[in-house]
């Protein structure tokens, strides 16, 4: 594999975010793309519309036109930052406990909970509406979603509570009755990130997996990279950032020739 050095100077500006926030010892990881002059590229969105955050599996909140959601272990809270001086709390509504995640895509939030995902509606910005849940074994369950897919990782560890190590791939066609499609076994699973056919995987301590999913039945390991600490990840215009508990890594990946190489690594001292 090629060790590339260059470094956009776009991803800097990430990075620096990044690391402010890693040493604060969170493990949200959310890049804002769009409205009001603070995302990104203000002329582009990745979920197809303007100021929707782009968020890492694992992140707490995210951002939706002039909408922060955020969520903690019960509830899902929203505030109304367009203005962005004096942004407003609108409502918190309720969801039930073990509540980890949360992950914008087509107008609706998807929540991972250690008992589920919940999916709520966006229809109305300030106090979304529950549409359905899709329940599993007791356990961690970070969320993405592309299509008419969601991909969650369910994850063992006291934590949790759980023992299981999977990926669960939910069709979503039916958004009002998620089903489970097909399960994989994994190690570790922490975070994932998903583009086009690309599908990525953080296993915790052990490595960083990227596979093609252009068939869900069969999905394909195309690369592993085993000697890294890996927790989450962005995958974002052909840039696969990942955090790590030893820093901040950068990759570059093809999904259409199914190959990635490393770029660089930022270390972290974490307080």
Known sequence: MKNKKTFPSIYKFIVLILIIISCEGSSDFVLN???????????????????????????????????????????????????QI??????????????ETIFPYDNRLFIGAQNGMHIYDLENNVE???????????????VVVQGDFAFVTLRGG???????????????????????????????????GIDGECLFITEGE??????DISNLNKIELTEHFQDISSIDVIPFMGILMMIGNDGFHQYSYDCEKGEIDYISTIPINRL
């Open 33 to 83: 793309v769009g409205s009001s002059g603070s995302g990104v590229n203000s002329d582009f969105s990745k979920n197809g519309e303007s100021g929707t955050g782009i968020g890492g599996s694992m992140a707490r909140f995210t951002i939706v036109g002039d909408y922060l959601y955020t969520v903690d272990s019960w509830d899902l809270n929203t505030f109304d930052i367009s203005d």
């Open 86 to 99: 004096n942004p407003e709390f609108k409502s918190k509504v309720g969801l039930g406990w073990g509540v």
């Open 128 to 142: 979304p509406e529950w549409i359905s849940t899709y329940e599993h074994i007791t356990s961690c369950d970070p």
């Open 158 to 192: 006291t934590e949790c509570q759980g023992f299981n190590n999977q990926l669960d791939i939910i069709d979503i066609s039916k958004i009002s009755e998620p089903t489970l499609f097909k399960s994989y076994s994994m190690i570790n699973p922490n975070g994932l």
């Open 206 to 211: 052990y490595g960083l997996k990227m596979y």
